[in-house]
């Protein structure tokens, strides 16, 4: 089903079968490097402030100069990809991510990793922001679930391996070696993309890109991302904080009333005229909300109230996403079969259960209660991620493949940002109003028990409320469907 009444370029001639799982291999490869370097050094930032002599408000920014760049110019760089191929994108994001993780990690001093982990974070949206579009357009409409249920998988594997591989590779080698082990890796994805991927669909009629549309873009998701970043760290009613989403908000309004009077947007806003799309949009960001309040809270409660080692923590998150991985290719199978939304909603539904045993966790929680407690949580993260990604992509035409990736990709990081700040928040006010504690790490262990509850019953809600959406999307999917074979 189409978004727009545009001409639509047919989908470019199908690769041979050997050739596409080349295709997965380039584009998997890429992938796994992006999400790797989300989470892979983060591990080793204790080190660099001790390697570097600074502060650990400055080493923040290694992390936080990649995650603001692929925040603020996923949607240029997807709709870049629409217009000139995105082949040629992907494969010129991959050359600079791998050049940059080669300077990063010869770097001299913690200003000039800041300044390349930019860099590197310029390339990897161009990896983000394309991957699922191109998938999309060599595999063909009956195996898009279980393409885009293995690219899951990937990002599954590499949030699950980010900490691990990191600190194997420091025990080995030093900090350097976590970025310079994208040099090879980086390469040969290279190769494989550009040799194996066929020329991507294009839009036929001659476009300007949307230089405007693209600055106030970047601005408002700046300011966005830095404000739930600093009401995270210092209070949503601190002025800075209250500033930025003013100017987020302001920027959006803005951007809005300018993509609707432009001839060429950036984004254009007919697409969400379609109930399916938008609302499938919604339902990703409501879901990585939960998802990165879990990541976030979940390690407090293992070390503050069980006390576990930072190894066993560490082995103990994996879980989750390693589960995640596992279920994803079978659910994009299953979507294939049976339609994206009933897989959809029954992962939704996993993962509402997964939020309420995890409300049941106790001061007594052995290791395998955890295991059992969160299994249905990453199970379903793994039955909703592949279908509705597929339901998104399905929406729109080829030349539109681009930009659906690249929102797609912006439900990921904005609902995850959101997560961190609003999640974060939410059990820190909730801990310390039964506690006279200043701070959440010196809560007492009841206290940190009855925030932890009550924080994921409302996480449960939120995914309710998904869940509620695509069950309305799947009954309305079917009523449309029986409303076109009746007019057949």
């Given at each position: 089903m189409s978004t727009e009444s545009d001409p639509v370029q047919s989908h470019p001639q199908a690769p041979h079968s050997s050739t596409k799982w080349w295709v997965m291999l380039g584009v998997g490869l890429g992938v796994l490097m992006f999400t790797l370097d989300t989470s892979i050094v983060n591990i080793v930032l204790p080190t660099l402030v001790q390697v570097f002599h600074t502060s650990f408000a400055t080493i923040q920014w290694v992390v936080l100069s990649y995650l603001?760049?692929?925040?603020?110019?996923?949607l240029s760089a997807a709709r870049l990809g629409d217009m000139v191929g995105k082949k040629q994108l992907y494969v010129g994001g991959l050359i600079l991510f791998t050049f940059s993780s080669l300077l990063c990690g010869l770097a001299p001093g913690v200003i000039w990793l800041i300044?390349?982990?930019?860099?590197?974070?310029?390339?990897?949206?161009?990896?983000?922001?394309?991957?699922a579009a191109i998938v999309t357009e060599v595999f063909p409409h009956s195996e898009r679930g279980r393409a885009l249920g293995i690219i899951?998988?990937?990002?599954?594997?590499?949030?699950?391996?980010?900490?691990?591989?990191?600190?194997?590779?420091?025990?080995?080698?030093?900090?350097?070696?976590?970025?310079?082990?994208?040099?090879?890796?980086?390469?040969?994805?290279?190769?494989?993309?550009?040799h194996s991927v066929p020329p991507c669909a294009i839009d036929p009629i001659k476009q300007k890109f949307?230089?405007?549309?693209?600055?106030?873009?970047?601005?408002?998701?700046?300011?966005?991302a830095?404000?739930?970043?600093?009401?995270?760290?210092?209070?949503?009613?601190?002025t800075p904080t209250l500033a930025l989403l003013a100017i987020a908000t302001f920027g959006l309004i803005i951007f809005l009333q300018v993509e609707a009077r432009m001839k060429q947007p950036m984004l254009d806003l007919h697409m969400f005229n379609n109930l399916q799309f938008s609302l499938s949009l919604l339902t990703a960001v409501l879901v990585y909300i939960v998802v990165a309040g879990v990541i976030f809270i979940t390690p407090f409660f293992l070390e503050l109230v069980l006390h576990y080692p930072t190894q066993k923590v560490g082995l103990l998150l994996a879980v989750s996403p390693i589960l995640g991985g596992i279920v994803a290719p079978f659910s994009g199978n299953l979507s294939d079969r049976f339609?994206?939304?009933?897989?959809?909603?029954?992962?939704?539904v996993?993962?509402?259960?997964?939020?309420?045993?995890?409300s049941t966790f106790d001061a007594q929680l052995t290791e395998l209660g955890y295991i059992i407690r969160v299994?249905?949580?990453?199970?379903?993260?793994?039955?909703?991620?592949?279908?509705?990604?597929s339901a998104i992509l399905g929406e729109v035409p080829p030349q539109r493949l681009g930009i659906a990736s690249g929102l797609l990709s912006l439900s990921r990081t904005l609902g995850q940002s959101t997560g961190l700040a609003v999640m974060g928040t939410l059990f820190a006010v909730l801990t310390l109003s039964v506690a006279s504690a200043a701070d959440v790490t010196s809560a007492p262990t009841e206290a940190l028990v009855f925030g932890f509850h009550t924080t994921f019953r409302i996480a449960a809600l939120l995914l309710l409320a998904a869940a509620a959406l695509v069950a309305f999307l799947w009954r309305t999917g079917q009523g449309m469907e029986k409303k076109r074979r009746f007019n057949q």
């Open positions: 603001l760049v692929i925040t603020a110019l996923v300044g390349f982990r930019g860099l590197q974070g310029l390339g990897a949206v161009m990896i983000s922001g394309l991957g899951g998988a990937v990002v599954s594997l590499g949030i699950a391996l980010g900490p691990t591989v990191g600190g194997m590779l420091i025990e080995i080698s030093d900090w350097r070696a976590i970025f310079l082990v994208n040099v090879p890796i980086g390469i040969f994805a290279s190769f494989v993309v550009a949307d230089w405007l549309g693209a600055l106030i873009m970047t601005v408002t998701l700046v300011c966005f830095l404000g739930m970043t600093n009401g995270q760290n210092y209070g949503f009613g601190s339609g994206p939304r009933i897989i959809s909603l029954t992962g939704l996993l993962m509402t259960i997964g939020c309420l045993a995890l299994a249905p949580f990453g199970m379903g993260i793994g039955m909703f991620q592949s279908p509705n990604n």
